[in-house]
């Protein structure tokens, strides 16, 4: 590592690798190769490429149901009349709702917290669309809670069971178990266990 | 994969997905990682990345004498007095003279060619900057070929040669063998046999 933390040829160079070495998962050595990968495309690729990143502070809205990334005021899915409007899935991230809608399997709708509860990082039920989420709900809809299984999902989970269980909707969660094709050999422990003890019935 | 080639959400965020995908080693799926870690960022975070990025397209200059990336017209290795102007070593890439730099061990000048003779990918002599190089020669001074040791590396220093031997200039190469704290048990056969053949006198 040590050769590329020494003096950069160019302040702009250096620039452009700090900026891109800001980002998670890419090293110092991985930022000085993108950057100059980036340096070799004509100006125009790169200015298109700085482009494209600017938007994201200018160009992007949220919907204004679910909070869902949105190139307008409302969501393509929140706008759409064939969804189901009273089972709202709660997700963490826009990329839990890629994630689902990818499956083809879910016709309702989304609500995204923008986080998940967690003390460690400082990250308090205020910090999250969780009043937003209170707003959309009225009696005899469903409120699907798909958050992560660790612990600040469970508490999250929690959380948001606690403020909705008196408001008449019906709470459910994503159902766990072994992967299907999983084979048992593989499966942790605490999964195989609670297969088990929440096995359902056989459908042949 | 298939549950980010889907439809995304915004196509401002898609742009951004597209274009952080298009840089070498980054998926599909890192990049919407990328995208999203930076739309949690505020506006400013954001548009200083895009602005560090596209200074690469417009505030990034060439050495006239070495062809390295620099701020200014002349890079600051030529610009040093204190170097030996009159050993020139050719490298590939900026990256290769940071990492000759690192070491410390290095006091003359260098000459960056911007790639390497490769036939498969469309690259010829004249795509380098060999004519830049030939203009900078004297008589009396030496070349060192710091080329990759691969089969394009070889051939580049082969031509490189042969265009300079003809001008009383000292060309020289990279020592090559095993590795300071090597083991043979790990060396690959070539390395090991060449090192045997090119066994220097010991100097205790």
Redesign the interface.
């Known amino acids: 590592m040590?050769?590329?933390n020494?003096?950069?040829?160019?302040?702009?160079?250096q620039?452009?690798v700090?900026?891109?070495g800001?980002?998670?998962?890419?090293g110092s050595r991985?930022a000085?190769?993108?950057?100059?990968?980036?340096?070799r495309q004509p100006?125009?690729s790169?200015?298109?490429?700085?482009?494209?990143?600017?938007?994201?502070?200018?160009?992007?809205?949220y919907c204004r149901h679910c909070m869902?990334?949105?190139?307008g005021d409302v969501?393509?899915?929140c706008a759409d009349a064939k969804r189901d409007h009273r089972t709202i899935c709660v997700v963490e991230?826009?990329?839990d709702?890629?994630?689902i809608?990818?499956?083809g399997q879910y016709k309702g709708v989304y609500h995204v917290l923008g986080g998940i509860i967690s003390p460690i990082n400082g990250i308090a039920p205020s910090d999250l669309h969780i009043k937003e989420l209170l707003a959309r709900l009225e009696e005899g809809m469903e409120v699907i809670l798909a958050l992560s299984g660790d612990v600040e999902g469970e508490t999250t989970s929690f959380y948001l069971y606690r403020q909705i269980a008196s408001l008449g909707v019906k709470v459910t969660t994503l159902a766990r178990g072994l992967g299907f094709g999983d084979d048992l050999e593989y499966a942790d422990a605490l999964t195989l266990g609670r297969s088990i003890v929440a096995r359902q019935p056989f459908k042949p």
């Open positions: 040590s050769q590329i020494g003096n950069y040829p160019s302040r702009v160079l620039d452009a700090e900026a891109i800001s980002l998670p998962g890419v991985s000085l190769r993108l950057a100059l990968h980036l340096l100006s125009e790169i200015h298109q490429f700085a482009c494209a990143v600017d938007r994201l502070a200018t160009d992007v809205h869902m990334v949105s190139d969501c393509s899915i991230s826009v990329r709702v890629m994630s809608e990818a499956t």
